[in-house]
């Protein structure tokens, strides 16, 4: 008996319902056009009003041409680069070093030091000028060291390279990490000893990155006010006559005209560090192996002592700046007290701030971690053509400004009584906004790093599923970036808790910050309470950190082990 014919089985149609498509749409257009708004209104129109602020000087650009020629201005001028120059004469060196021991030799401590070399990125930039004071101030236990004082040049140069410190750190231990063994093994082939060879193959490849710490060393030196406003003294800087002029003697043209300058050194860094990383890129090779320094007794020796006294260094400035605030009166009566911690008559401000800033870090961190990753997705895993072009571009401006640029500019755009945005002057939520935007560039990279390391082919599975974009991205891309957004979620927290020269312009007696009211109490005379608040600045910024380290630690460990392999 024959058997009927059946028709052979027809594969069904990879056809996505209209509500998924329109879902898709929504998400990937619409997230993107949203966050070009973002930054255009929290960026682009604020930094034009500042530029377009500096026409308004008297007499136009005759008037400029006047002001920026003037022997006060290029006074200014010429402290500011003296003293950008000079900390990157001493930053850059010893991270390099620094950098070079933790990463090509084999001392002991590594992760102590590595943690100590973060300590500055915990506190705001003025508890290193406070602690400065105490050491070699007029009441200092070291005045004797410094004949001249500690107020002026010498202080801003070593406050500044204490907090500059680990950023050129971490971008020379990134290149130093890069290494191919292929070009070591052949320089010891050739018979090339260790100091030809650094300067063959060790330097060469990391000459680009030391390049661009210490454009970065420059630039966050010449637009920081918060050092040379506490230690400072006589010796004047272009970013305290910024802050002066809108602030103290409302020159806003004045302040917007001195924004505009600072601005264009980050615009030069930024623009020839995008084209040596260009250039470094093409010429890394697919191939290189990892390369492991051997071991060199003297030489580790030498990196360990060298190290040991930077971390020293760095760790005595904190020691001293914490210490001083539960020290009853220095140096006159050193019984320990939590005296300033009551902040004396300015108790309930200096409590508010805290709670202000808390609040604030936590609310940049809760609502920009979010924001920032799914921006990162959305350009790493889809195409939206000039879309894509324009977010990618806006979205690397925030590093070209310098916060001292931000907030004057957000002074000039959200002040203006036309503006239909100006009753968030001087509020929290206007303050994360800036946070947001001031730091995106970093915690973007961060974000677009993590997602590179997916498998392409997740997002072509879900769509051969039929999976919105948007639940894959929420089911699948989220919880293995899990620690990627921890640490994304720390740096907006941390950074939003010491920033000072942005938010400065941008509070109300309500919001005062803690970072700002330091600066307050120091102006006020009330050094020991200026510590007391950077010690909780630090503390708190401490404390997050580790818990969300601990925490990322705990999900690689439960809830990742197929990156490891184990079960």
């Not at 300033?340 to 008559?345: I, L, R």
């Amino acid at each position: 008996m024959q058997l009927p014919q059946t028709a052979p089985l027809q594969p069904e149609p990879l056809t996505r319902s209209p509500k998924a498509v329109l879902l898709d749409l929504l998400f990937t257009r619409g997230v993107k056009l949203l966050m070009v708004l973002l930054l255009v209104v929290g960026l682009a129109l604020p930094l034009m009003s500042m530029l377009s602020k500096v026409v308004d000087v008297q007499n136009g650009l005759a008037g400029v041409w006047q002001m920026i020629t003037s022997s006060r201005f290029l006074w200014l001028l010429g402290n500011s680069v003296k003293v950008s120059l000079s900390t990157v004469a001493l930053v850059v060196p010893a991270a390099y070093v620094f950098a070079y021991a933790l990463q090509r030799s084999w001392i002991p401590g590594k992760a102590l030091l590595r943690s100590l070399s973060l300590l500055p990125l915990m506190a705001p930039s003025m508890l290193s000028a406070i602690a400065l004071i105490y050491l070699f101030g007029n009441q200092g236990l070291l005045k004797s060291w410094f004949a001249d004082g500690i107020y002026g040049y010498s202080g801003i140069v070593l406050g500044q390279a204490f907090y500059n410190f680990p950023m050129a750190l971490m971008i020379l231990i990134s290149s130093l990490g890069l290494a191919d063994a292929r070009l070591y093994d052949a320089s010891i082939s050739m018979g090339a000893n260790h100091w030809k060879t650094f300067l063959n193959v060790t330097w060469p490849g990391t000459r680009y990155a030391v390049f661009a710490a210490s454009c970065l060393v420059f630039t966050q030196t010449i637009t920081n006010f918060g050092i040379p406003v506490v230690i400072g003294g006589d010796y004047q800087v272009l970013a305290m006559e910024a802050y002066k002029s809108v602030v103290g003697q409302q020159k806003f043209s004045e302040g917007a005209l001195i924004g505009s300058v600072l601005l264009v050194p980050a615009l030069i860094s930024f623009a020839v560090d995008a084209w040596m990383r260009r250039l470094r890129g093409s010429q890394v090779s697919s191939q290189a192996a990892t390369y492991v320094a051997p071991s060199n007794r003297l030489r580790d020796s030498i990196l360990l002592l060298i190290a040991g006294a930077i971390g020293l260094a760095l760790l005595s400035l904190v020691v001293v700046a914490v210490g001083a605030s539960l020290i009853n009166f220095w140096p006159y009566d050193l019984t320990v007290s939590l005296r300033h911690y009551n902040f004396e008559s300015g108790g309930d401000v200096g409590w508010l701030a805290y709670g202000n800033s808390v609040l604030l870090a936590s609310l940049t961190a809760v609502i920009g971690t979010p924001v920032i990753f799914t921006c990162a997705y959305l350009m790493e895993k889809t195409r939206s053509g000039w879309l894509d072009n324009l977010l990618r571009l806006l979205c690397m401006l925030p590093m070209a400004v310098p916060g001292l640029v931000m907030g004057l500019g957000y002074v000039f755009f959200f002040n203006h009584p036309a503006n239909p945005l100006n009753g968030m002057y001087g509020g929290i939520a206007l303050m994360v906004v800036c946070c947001v935007m001031r730091f995106l560039t970093p915690a973007q990279m961060t974000a677009t790093t993590a997602l590179r390391q997916l498998n392409e082919e997740i997002e072509s599975a879900s769509l051969s599923l039929k999976v919105p974009l948007l639940t894959t991205y929420r089911r699948v891309t989220l919880p293995i970036c899990l620690p990627a957004l921890l640490e994304v979620f720390r740096y907006l927290f941390v950074s939003s808790m010491t920033s000072v020269s942005a938010l400065i312009f941008l509070y109300s007696p309500d919001t005062i910050l803690a970072a700002v009211a330091v600066l307050n109490l120091d102006d006020a005379g009330n050094i020991g309470a200026a510590a007391a608040l950077s010690t909780l600045i630090l503390l708190t910024s401490a404390l997050v950190s580790i818990v969300l380290y601990m925490l990322s630690r705990g999900l690689v460990r439960y809830t990742q082990h197929w990156r490891t392999g184990t079960a």
